[in-house]
């Protein structure tokens, strides 16, 4: 029974993400459209809960009522059939809802709900541009994302579930006591009044508060996580006296905001404890009184002394609920501000799949400055014909890599337009865009999985033998298999650590050479491609490259000139503009930049200055 109320949500809808909405109502509807039905039941059930709990001190003072007067020889002939269905709702009827609303909330709500939030919200941000992941922290993303979904589904089931049971409640509270006697009504009402004064005057102090609390604690954790981030450094400076000072100002910092928050709750239950102190004190008083005058029986005076005990407990739970209802608001609204954002590059309506029958490219009258003014490329034009290998060499800073970010997408330009085999990359989906192109990078990052895993990420049905002959290609496949990670696993079963930090830089870079063998994509672009290998690997898998060139079109960006220089083309650029182009012999005989830039080079190196660097 239990597997089946939890089958009733599907935390994984396929249906394609939109943008979530920006106000914080329309934001969690947006994640709670789909599963409102089984919200509706459980507010349904609270309600009917919370109803028959206030009906049984009422059946409560006339039991009291019927035993001071009833005849002991009769009592269970006049009303056994009404103890019988008291009893039925007391045995079966509340547990029987207690154990369907906790079904509903447990099993089918509270697992799946976040589960469905966090689905959307990453299948949403996977597709970010990758302009708003070099803006944001990955961790602080994930964080938000995570802890976003818990506070939309705290925030939509307290206000369904908590403020509808005390609604009832404190109604029927109400409505049960005017109909023992008028005048023990009153001294609720008065209560009630005072309850919701102390959490108007409280409530937005003690969120004040919790905001302040919280940025304290994020300095305080930020500055012991950097502490623990760079401890080579403490050490090597001696310095964890200063470290421990550069903490404790943040914690003290942090201490300062607690110290007022406990002065809040102190006060606040000092008020709520005498409120219902006094309270007791005057429905008890007024009872008496009542009864002494012959309007009120026994049983009323139990029923209202009854309530007022029921009653102080719930203004403390409620007054907490509340609190914790501010605390994931704002966690909602902090998440929402993260995950709503629009998309700065979208698939066009209707966008194409990109087909690659021959792989010319063609830059036309491109500009691109990432959102400012100027000073990146302006007014570029170049063509790449079918098969065509073609250099590009500059300063850093030149837009060797922008070029790159711009074919695949990962920028929108904001002038011209770029074309593959005639196709305007803006009317295809990026995906088919990137399928087509193999690409490897100077700063190479690999999935903190698998070796296999990481090279079949280039085409996951690869088979086995496919893998490994793309690792050989690669000159990797010897040092994977002396791979060992620290739960035993070895080769190609071995994981490489987040970022693929347990590898050195040529191991990382071999890897990723290996998954572009696999993907064997007709446009290939290689950024700094080798950079990070030592001259004597470079040698040994220049002959592999070259083979994977083969057949395909090629834009190459390096800066040690040699690498490059067996190209068909070389295009020099200098400030966003060509200024060069030919074979490496035409222009090294000139007495152009690339000129200069050759000339610098000496075994090796290049002149600080003057380094050939991807920007």
């Not at 039905?37 to 309600?47: D, E, F, G, M, Q």
């Not at 925030?155 to 579930?161: A, F, G, S, Y």
């Not at 400012?372 to 890599?401: F, Q, W």
């Not at 050479?513 to 290689?526: C, D, E, G, M, S």
């Amino acid at each position: 029974m239990l597997s089946w109320f939890e089958k009733r949500i599907d935390p994984f809808p396929a249906e394609a993400p939109e943008q979530p909405p920006t106000t914080l109502f329309a934001f969690c509807w947006h994640y709670t459209k789909g599963i409102w039905p089984w919200l509706a039941i459980t507010s349904v059930l609270i309600a009917a809960i919370s109803a028959l709990q206030v009906a049984l001190f009422g059946f409560l003072g006339n039991i009291i009522d019927w035993l001071a007067g009833a005849d002991r020889a009769t009592f269970l002939a006049d009303e056994g059939w009404t103890l019988a269905g008291m009893g039925f709702v007391i045995l079966v009827l509340l547990p029987g809802l207690g154990l369907i609303h906790t079904m509903v909330m447990h099993q089918t709500i509270f697992g799946n709900y976040p589960m469905l939030i966090r689905w959307k919200a990453h299948r949403y941000l996977l597709g970010q541009s990758f302009g708003f992941y070099q803006d944001e922290f990955a961790g602080r993303v994930a964080t938000k994302m995570m802890q976003t979904a818990l506070g939309v589904r705290e925030t939509v089931v307290k206000i369904l579930d908590v403020l509808i049971y005390v609604v009832v409640y404190f109604v029927g509270t109400l409505v049960l006591v005017a109909a023992l006697d008028v005048r023990l009504m009153l001294p609720f009402l008065v209560w009630l009044v005072f309850y919701a004064g102390m959490l108007r005057y409280f409530l937005p102090r003690m969120r004040r508060i919790s905001e302040e609390q919280s940025n304290a604690r994020s300095t305080m954790t930020g500055r012991v996580v950097d502490s623990y981030t760079n401890i080579m450094t403490v050490k090597l400076f001696a310095h964890s006296g200063r470290e421990e000072a550069y903490a404790r100002e943040a914690m003290d910092d942090f201490l300062k905001t607690v110290h007022p928050q406990m002065r809040l709750t102190t006060k606040l239950n000092f008020g709520l404890d005498t409120s219902n102190s006094v309270l007791l004190f005057v429905v008890g008083a007024i009872g008496i009184w009542s009864w002494t005058a012959g309007s009120a029986s026994i049983g009323a005076i139990a029923v209202a002394v009854g309530l007022v005990l029921r009653l102080e407990g719930m203004a403390h739970w409620v007054l907490w609920e509340l609190a914790g209802l501010f605390e994931h608001i704002g966690m909602a609204i902090d998440g929402m501000g993260t995950i709503a954002r629009p998309r700065a590059v979208r698939d066009a309506p209707n966008a194409g799949t990109l087909t690659v029958p021959d792989g010319k490219i063609q830059f036309e009258n491109i500009r691109f400055h990432y959102g400012k003014e100027g000073g990146v490329i302006e007014d570029l034009s170049l063509t790449v014909a079918p098969g065509e290998k073609v250099g590009l060499v500059g300063r850093s800073g030149a837009g060797k890599s922008t070029l790159m970010n711009v074919l695949l997408r990962l920028y929108d330009l904001e002038g011209g337009r770029i074309l593959v085999d005639g196709q305007d990359i803006a009317s295809v989906t990026q995906d088919s865009l990137r399928s087509q192109i193999g690409v490897v990078t100077q700063d190479t990052s690999l999935l903190h999985r698998s070796v296999r895993d990481n090279i079949a990420y280039g085409k996951p049905d690869a088979s086995e033998a496919d893998i490994i002959a793309a690792a050989k290609r690669a000159n990797a496949h010897d040092y994977i298999l002396g791979l060992v990670d620290p739960q035993g696993r070895t080769g190609y079963d071995a994981h490489v650590g987040e970022r693929g930090v347990k590898l050195s830089g040529g191991q990382r870079q071999r890897i990723a050479i290996a998954r572009v063998f696999l993907k064997n994509a007709p446009i290939l672009v290689l950024d700094e491609a080798t950079s990070a290998l030592d001259s004597e690997v470079e040698a040994a898998i220049q002959e592999n490259l070259n083979a994977l060139m083969e057949g395909k079109t090629v834009i190459a960006i390096a800066h040690r000139l040699s690498t490059i220089s067996s190209l068909d083309r070389l295009v020099v650029l200098d400030k966003g503009a060509i200024v060069e182009e030919g074979t490496h012999a035409q222009l090294a005989e000139s007495d152009g930049l690339y000129a200069q830039l050759w000339a610098r080079q000496s075994g090796g190196f290049i002149d600080a200055g003057e380094a050939v660097a991807a920007e």
